[in-house]
């Protein structure tokens, strides 16, 4: 092994950041934070938009103003954070395999937090018929595309799923001057949060179709329009409802999975949905292997993200130190109003 290394924290999103920045905090000799990218901050860099840092700095923030802060609570807590590096594998013995610039090193931690967030579920996971023309997307690859690099993904549009970064993009692509024709969502209500039901979508006047689904695609070189039909109770097609919409780009906001493959490898059994099971302590059926954030279960708001990373972090030192470690509670992690926003309730 390259070193012994106290804590090992994977991903630097807001829930790695937290976890390193606890455990240093806590007294662990030495914390390093490995991420692939070559900044920290995980999406929130891509998150323009405002809302994050209520519950955890009092005051609101865009995602990247979050992600620095956050980032700089690490490095002045003494945490080592490395760029570039892209850990592969975790084993049973907490030795973690990592590729870097310099090659591809093994090294072995007294504790390992996992906190590697999630990704979107693409168009192949929900089997949309049609052909496969330019102009798909998820949101959050659109989202990247427009906050990251300045390209605008389309005109006319159309969004398939009603969660919290769908809702978003509709807003966004809306304050850029394209036509959102409509959201699309299979379950009788949306998805997402209330409050981004009420700002994005009715704020804007952007028509919502619940109980609805893309049934078709059309279009050979790029995108020309969608099929939408209603669905009954079991989600099946309604015959008859169908209707075309036109529309150059198509926006999947159908789900998030959380980013769990690297711990395949130590045998864990991973939940039917990608996500870890952990005691109330945050650690894995490995003793020494925790998970936090979006891996672990997929989470309303980045400030709880952190909050959950934060007891993980201190939980790996106590773990390291033969300590009674701190149990967390699962109730703060989704308490959020989701749905249609009710009556006398405030969204903001």
Same mark, same amino acid.
């Given at each position: ?125 929900? !089997?949309?018929?049609? !052909? ?39 807003? &966004? ?48 070189? &790029? ?29 999947? !906001? ?51 993200? !952190? &909050? ?41």
């Amino acid at each position: 092994p390259a070193g012994d290394k106290s804590v090992i924290v994977i991903g630097g999103g807001p829930g790695g950041l937290a976890a390193a920045a606890a455990a240093r905090k806590a007294g662990a000799g030495q914390v390093v934070l490995m991420e692939r990218e070559a900044e920290a901050g995980g999406i929130l860099k891509q998150c323009i938009h405002d809302g994050f840092g209520l519950f955890r700095y009092g005051e609101e923030l865009t995602g990247p103003e979050y992600a620095v802060r956050i980032k700089r609570e690490a490095e002045n807590a003494g945490v080592r954070i490395l760029y570039g590096h892209h850990v592969t594998k975790v084993g049973a013995d907490r030795t973690i395999t990592v590729h870097a610039e310099n090659g591809i090193k093994s090294i072995q931690a007294k504790a390992v937090i996992a906190a590697t967030g999630c990704r979107e579920r693409t168009r192949g996971a929900i !089997s949309i018929p049609g !052909s496969r023309p330019a102009g798909i997307y998820t949101a959050g690859a659109a989202q990247n595309l427009m906050n990251i690099h300045n390209v605008m993904a389309g005109e006319k549009i159309v969004i398939l799923g009603s969660g919290d970064i769908g809702l978003i993009m509709a807003r &966004r692509f809306m304050l850029e001057g394209a036509d959102v024709r409509c959201v699309v969502e299979i379950r009788k209500e949306p998805c997402g949060l209330a409050r981004n039901v009420s700002q994005c979508l009715f704020d804007f006047d952007i028509p919502l179709f619940v109980s609805h689904t893309v049934s078709k695609i059309i279009g050979e070189k &790029r995108l020309q329009a969608v099929e939408i039909t209603e669905v009954d109770e079991h989600m099946s097609l309604i015959p008859d409802t169908a209707e075309i919409i036109e529309c150059d780009t198509l926006v999947l !906001s159908v789900g998030l999975i959380p980013e769990n493959e690297i711990l395949k490898y130590t045998g864990i059994v991973l939940n039917e949905n990608n996500s870890v099971p952990t005691d109330r302590f945050l650690q894995t059926e490995i003793s020494g292997i925790f998970s936090c954030g979006n891996s672990r279960h997929v989470m309303d708001l980045a400030d709880y993200v !952190s &909050r959950q990373g934060e007891a993980a972090g201190r939980n790996a030192v106590h773990f390291i130190r033969g300590e009674k470690m701190e149990e967390w509670d699962d109730r703060v992690t989704n308490c959020m109003e989701k749905g249609f926003p009710k009556k006398d309730t405030i969204t903001c």
